[in-house]
């Protein structure tokens, strides 16, 4: 009980230090994702495997995103994980998406995704450029970097989670821009399906040196500040 | 060890354990990762080679050559227009019997301009007397390059490593990293016969005349047409060496144990679907649906297609009721190259099954799972006989 407090304690000073609304919010110990609730789109053969699309801009860092996620996923026992940029003539700050699936055993069809079971957006003023809902699984979770709280946004039959992930990146000493190890963390608490400690590990992996705890401390951050919405 | 990256790196790692000493590379994609990865690798010192940029794939190949025929292992890597631009070259190489290892990453040719994956790139140079061989995952391109080395320097025989550009390439996914102590016990140094030496000058290669001659030495040397033999003869002989390198693999590494056809629900199977690359693996999920259908159809991946392991594929299929071969590439004006060649390796079998051909992901077309179960579903039926002209899928016209 005691070092429990003190954990709390640190965090809580950690986000006063960081100028952040303190949210209180029980961390979930069921992950708040049932796979089993989806009705799966026919595309897939296999509904065992979890689907996700970042959407992100071209330099933001989406692609990094997934690849920590993959390895986070690898290390809590999703053995079979593919991720797969979407392969155009990208720019940056053009839109920009990947695919991250992940499964209990290896994975054989390397197709895109077509019907994801949650989409990552890195920029909620994508939303006004991006259909990023396209193919989403009935009841189905988007996942935004934005100020705005859940009910702000109206998808319909679909959950809705944010984070303030640009503010508190940069409250946490990451430079202007940088969200993609933030969103990380509002996936973390959004999904429940992976331990936000594995997460942080992966990050820290990631990024050599202290860049790589800062990284992974906005995680911890916005894994604590992420506002779940209802269907 | 396992590490979550592209199978461009993947086939970069397995250069580096393969202790390559020369790498000349132009980019191009979706080929650039890998070489941009290996010179990253020379640079860090933590490969003890030399990386030479060159203006063109034509000179990779041609540094390759050099430095092969110095005695130095050899690696270059190419997609689409770039391996169509070394096709001198690529004959010169194996011409040479020198044991040059290349990547080609699979991409379609323009006109029109195309990145995306397609296997017309290679597959158009099947008659180029290289080994051609081809990767389903992360995990095989890596394992293949290694066997490559060893198999080119034991059959003194360039050997390709195909594998799907994008689908592959850039995609990430996990893979057992070997113990490079456990890669030197497979691959020792490469120690060739005869190698250009200064101290020592030869002549390699000159002109040969229509008929054999004697030698400076006055011994009888072959002609032309006996070097040609010898390499088609030596191709051959390499499929025992294909199988033995494949069980030797896996006795270090615990991996691999299909030379020429890697099957999935084979043997109770009265159909197949064959073909070669990642789509082999895509298609095992559709096998998976089609089962609990009813439909007694499995998948095969084909691993080498050049040498053509012909009695493999009539070993393997020849009882089975049907084929059914989908391909990446086309010989245009006939059908499939792998069709024919496998429609030819069961001509000499009384009881044969029927085999059908569909063209498919051209230029990076979607392959949706959809429309393999539908073409399977239509195919596998006892009606079902041979064709002679592909069909398509996922044309939209």
Redesign the interface.
């Known amino acids: 009980m005691e070092t429990f407090v003190i954990k709390i304690c640190t965090v809580v000073k950690k986000l006063i230090y960081f100028n952040v609304k303190v949210v209180l919010d029980c961390v979930p110990l069921e992950p708040l994702y049932h796979k089993n609730l989806l009705k799966k789109n026919?595309?897939?053969?296999?509904d065992d495997i979890i689907q996700t699309r970042w959407h992100g801009r071209g330099g933001q860092g989406a692609i990094t995103a997934a690849?920590i996620v993959?390895?986070a996923a690898?290390e809590s026992g999703y053995?079979g994980?593919?991720?797969?940029?979407t392969?155009g003539t990208e720019r940056r700050g053009a839109p920009v998406f990947t695919s991250l699936k992940f499964a209990k055993t290896k994975?054989?069809?390397?197709?895109?995704i077509t019907a994801p079971d949650m989409v990552i957006v890195l920029d909620h003023l994508l939303l006004e450029e991006v259909d990023v809902a396209a193919g989403l699984a009935p009841s189905g979770l988007i996942v935004i970097n934005s100020p705005k709280e859940p009910d702000a946004y109206r998808f319909e039959g679909m959950r809705v989670a944010t984070a303030d992930v640009t503010n508190i990146s940069l409250n946490g000493g990451l430079p202007a821009g940088i969200v993609n190890t933030g969103i990380i963390g509002a996936f973390g608490k959004a999904t429940g399906l992976i331990p936000i400690d594995i997460l942080c590990k992966a990050i820290e992996k990631e990024f050599a040196g202290k860049n790589g705890r800062k990284n992974a401390d906005v995680a911890r951050i916005t894994f604590e500040n992420t506002r779940v919405g209802g269907i | 060890m396992h590490i979550i990256e592209s199978g461009n790196v993947a086939a970069a790692l397995g250069v580096k354990l393969a202790e390559a000493s020369v790498i000349a590379a132009y980019p191009i994609t979706p080929q650039t990762p890998l070489t941009e990865k290996l010179s990253e690798l020379v640079d860090a010192g933590e490969m003890n080679a030399q990386y030479i940029p060159v203006e063109s794939e034509h000179s990779a190949l041609a540094v390759c050559i050099a430095a092969s025929s110095a005695g130095s292992r050899a690696f270059t890597a190419t997609s689409a227009n770039g391996l169509l631009y070394m096709n001198e070259q690529l004959h010169w190489a194996a011409g040479a019997r020198l044991p040059i290892v290349m990547c080609v990453v699979n991409r379609g040719i323009g006109a029109p301009w195309t990145v995306w994956n397609d296997h017309q790139d290679s597959i158009s140079q099947r008659d180029t007397g290289w080994i051609q061989l081809y990767a389903c995952d992360h995990q095989q391109i890596l394992d293949t390059v290694l066997k490559a080395f060893r198999l080119a320097e034991t059959v003194s025989v360039p050997v390709m490593v195909c594998y799907d550009g994008y689908i592959l390439s850039h995609t990430y996914m996990p893979f057992e990293l070997p113990d490079a102590e456990m890669v030197r016990r497979f691959l020792p140094p490469f120690a060739p016969e005869y190698f250009l030496d200064p101290k020592c000058p030869k002549n390699l290669n000159t002109v040969t005349l229509p008929d054999i001659r004697p030698d400076v030495r006055g011994n009888t040397a072959p002609g032309y047409m006996e070097i040609r033999h010898n390499l088609h003869m030596d191709m051959r002989k390499s499929m025992d060496v294909i199988s033995d390198i494949e069980i030797e693999f896996k006795e270090i590494f615990g991996r691999g144990g299909y030379p020429f056809i890697e099957p999935y629900r084979v043997n109770d199977a009265d159909y197949v679907a064959v073909c070669m690359g990642s789509l082999s693996y895509h298609l095992r999920d559709v096998i998976d649906m089609l089962r609990k259908e009813g439909i007694a159809v499995g998948a095969a991946g084909l691993r080498v297609y050049r040498p053509f392991p012909d009695k493999a594929v009539a070993d393997a299929f020849s009882h089975k009721k049907g084929l059914i071969v989908f391909e990446k590439a086309l010989s245009y004006g006939n059908q499939g190259a792998l069709f024919a060649d496998i429609k030819a390796a069961l001509y000499a079998k009384t009881d044969r099954p029927f085999v059908r051909n569909y063209i498919l992901g051209l230029g990076g077309r979607e392959i949706k799972t959809t429309e393999l179960a539908d073409a399977l579903r239509n195919s596998c039926k006892p009606s079902s006989a041979t064709t002679d002209r592909p069909e398509w899928i996922g044309l939209k016209m």
């Open positions: 026919h595309e897939t053969m296999r690849k993959a390895e690898f053995s994980v593919v991720m797969a940029p392969f994975i054989y069809d390397l197709s895109p």
